[in-house]
């Protein structure tokens, strides 16, 4: 009897060693890589298909489930489970879920669980697969708040008013709503008023220093206007003249500093061709050394000068600064006796 219970006893330990050590099925389980989804780019809120396939290359019919994850945020949930059924002998099977896609970066994955095999007997076997998890699915879902099919973070106008988000926060609008406010006009329309509305006072304020100009120049006597309008003519003419004469000098003194700059560089010792200079080049080159600074500093003269004659708001700018200031001085002067 004892003999009996030792011998079944061995036989269940060598059931039991060999069912928990058996190899892993192989070739059969998910294609690598194999996640997918309905469409992409997805956005926040839509509701998404994840697809991925299983293969059965082994001999036998397996059974088992798909668990599909998704990892955001640091947080892995499951997005749901399928069961499936696949023949042997090469067959395969598609396998989808619906997921309602948040905004947000998302490592989808799935795996295989409860994995069984059909024996020939027909009981059952639980087994583990070798290719029993997909690779990773690495997803960034974005808003589309106008869902044009351009995530918010690439898309120029967010809300798709007409209005471009970065002309929105300049405005002080909101680049999510095309009406900020909620008064029934859209932020465009609102934008485009006021630009005319500010366009329409500017034109304004125009027509009133127009008129204001208008009306102390026909005031003016005859006389007086004609004799104002001469002296302008001749201080312009005058502007012109210098600036012409201080350009043409400035070309004179860079064409001198460029002449200097080449004799210098001719009278160089080259050092590996030994070249012998004669003492009176070499006396001139010396003598010439000092002059450098100041053709520098009358280029720099005769080009402020220039610009001072060129530009009229800065000739006539420092001329009624000028003419400023002796009224002021001879006004005091005036009072001052008084």
């Known amino acids: 009897m004892k003999k009996s219970v030792f011998i079944l006893s061995l036989i269940f330990c060598v059931f039991y060693f060999a069912q928990a050590n058996q190899e892993p099925i192989k070739n059969a389980g998910f294609v690598p890589s194999n996640i997918w989804y309905s469409k992409t780019p997805f956005f926040d809120g839509e509701s ?12 036998y019919d397996m059974n088992g489930a798909v668990e599909f994850l998704d990892k955001a945020n640091g947080d892995q949930k499951v997005v749901g489970k399928v069961d499936f059924s696949i023949p042997s002998g090469g067959r395969i099977r598609d396998i989808w879920i619906d997921w309602k896609a948040t905004e947000g970066k998302h490592i989808i994955t799935a795996r295989i669980i409860n994995s069984s095999i059909s024996l020939a007997d027909g009981t059952r076997q639980i087994v583990a697969i070798e290719n029993a998890e997909t690779g990773k699915s690495e997803v960034l879902t974005d808003f589309d708040t106008d869902a044009d099919g351009v995530g918010n973070t690439i898309d120029a106008d967010d809300d798709n008013d007409g209005v471009p988000d970065i002309d929105e926060l300049k405005n002080g609008t909101n680049p999510l709503k095309s009406d900020s406010n909620g008064n029934g006009i859209s932020d465009k329309k609102e934008i485009e008023d006021l630009a005319k509305k500010i366009e329409k006072n500017k034109e304004k304020e125009f027509e009133k220093i127009s008129n204001v100009i208008k009306a102390t120049t026909d005031n003016i006597p005859e006389p007086i206007k004609n004799t104002t309008m001469a002296t302008v003519r001749a201080v ?87 003419l400023y200031r002796l009224m002021f001085l001879i006004a005091r002067r005036i009072f001052h006796r008084k």
């Open 48 to 59: 998404i298909r994840i697809y991925t396939i299983l293969f059965n290359g082994s001999s």
């Open 236 to 322: 312009e003419a005058f502007r012109s003249m210098l600036g012409d004469k201080m350009r043409i000098a400035k070309e004179n003194k860079l064409s001198e500093i460029k002449k200097n700059k080449e004799k210098t560089n001719g009278t160089t010792l080259n050092n590996n061709k030994q070249e012998v200079v004669s003492d009176k080049t070499v006396s001139n080159a010396i003598l010439s050394a000092p002059k450098k600074p100041f053709a520098y500093a009358s280029l720099a003269a005769v080009a402020m000068l220039q610009y001072f004659f060129d530009w009229k708001f800065v000739f006539y700018g420092v001329d009624f600064y000028i």
